[in-house]
DNA sequence: CCCTTTCATTTGAAATTTCAAGCCAAAGAC
DNA sequence: GTCTTTGGCTTGAAATTTCAAATGAAAGGG
């Protein structure tokens, strides 16, 4: 049963910059994971794995570690791990000095895909979010995101 | 082929303010949809589609229309009105005036189970996102989302 | 009228994501 | 040491989404 609190709905404004932004959350990815998928065949989040394993002493990081970067589940994060396994971007060992943690590690072959795929994505991302925005627009946004985010992740 | 134009970077805070803004992205949607799945049993979208259909005049809509207010591919959202339809939230049916568009029609049921949704979803959505905003900052995050959406849109 | 074309939607199969075990290495308990 | 317990990751099955036809009604053409 779901309790009956006073249901306090949003005003004008506020509904109408929540509908917009709910939009906005439905079509950014969209518009970035289209630019991808068409020029370089990877998904969104594909593409962040790979990015994020770059980024990294030894291009290696533990899954779990991996998971929280991505902003994925570990399940999910395995899955697709094997499939980029399978594609030869990016190989599995298990941790020399812990056995039961897992790294993923950048192959070459994956780091050079990556760095094809990497322009044409940034050039989305500017020509999409950056540019439209002036940068008091993105201070802004910067700043919103923190303290929504925080709310998000308060336990 | 890739044409390799300029491979504009992003400056510090751009990124900064990007990564941040793109977590956002991938962290509300989970936030929001775990309430609604939690204590309502509904995806996002799905409750989106219902909460479409009751502002109808009669609250029924043509497929196609639910779509674009929804967000979603044709296909996703007839395989998705299928399953509200197997748990008797919506009908389905010709449109009288002309055969081959078809009419998503909210049942009395699935009116009801909207109603008894709403205020804890928007109870959520005041939680995480309009009460740790000031007005300032919302009518920003308002303006900004127009922009971006219009480049999206663009042809 | 019949024949093609177009449009709105559905359908089934393939790919991906979610969910609930399952597995195995390390850490503790005795 | 052996025996549980815990933590990190994987796995397989179920649910959902995506993709590529397929269907069926209306519109156009001759």
């Given at each position: 049963?779901?309790?009956?609190?006073?249901?306090?709905?949003?005003?004008?404004?506020e509904?109408?910059?929540?509908?917009?932004?709910?939009?906005?959350?439905?079509?950014?990815?969209?518009?970035?994971?289209?630019q991808?998928?068409?020029?370089?065949?990877?998904?969104?989040?594909?593409?962040?794995v790979?990015?994020?394993?770059?980024?990294?002493?030894?291009?290696?990081?533990?899954?779990?570690?991996?998971?929280?970067?991505?902003?994925?589940?570990?399940?999910?994060?395995?899955?697709?791990?094997?499939?980029?396994?399978?594609?030869?971007?990016?190989?599995?060992?298990?941790?020399?000095?812990?056995?039961?943690?897992?790294?993923?590690?950048?192959?070459?072959?994956?780091?050079?895909?990556?760095a094809?795929?990497?322009p044409?994505?940034?050039?989305?991302?500017?020509?999409?979010?950056?540019?439209?925005?002036?940068?008091?627009?993105?201070?802004?946004?910067?700043?919103?995101?923190?303290?929504?985010i925080?709310?998000?992740?308060?336990?």
């Amino acid at each position: 049963m779901s309790d009956h609190e006073e249901p306090r709905w949003l005003s004008a404004e506020e509904l109408a910059a929540w509908r917009r932004f709910m939009k906005l959350l439905q079509r950014l990815p969209g518009a970035l994971d289209g630019q991808l998928q068409r020029d370089s065949r990877l998904s969104f989040i594909e593409y962040h794995v790979l990015a994020g394993l770059t980024d990294q002493p030894g291009r290696r990081m533990r899954m779990s570690e991996l998971a929280v970067l991505a902003n994925v589940e570990l399940s999910r994060l395995s899955h697709l791990v094997s499939r980029l396994e399978k594609r030869g971007f990016v190989t599995r060992e298990p941790d020399p000095a812990n056995g039961r943690y897992m790294h993923a590690i950048l192959t070459d072959a994956g780091h050079a895909y990556l760095a094809e795929a990497a322009p044409g994505h940034v050039a989305q991302v500017r020509k999409l979010f950056i540019d439209v925005l002036d940068p008091d627009e993105l201070r802004t946004l910067h700043r919103s995101a923190d303290k929504v985010i925080a709310r998000i992740e308060e336990v």
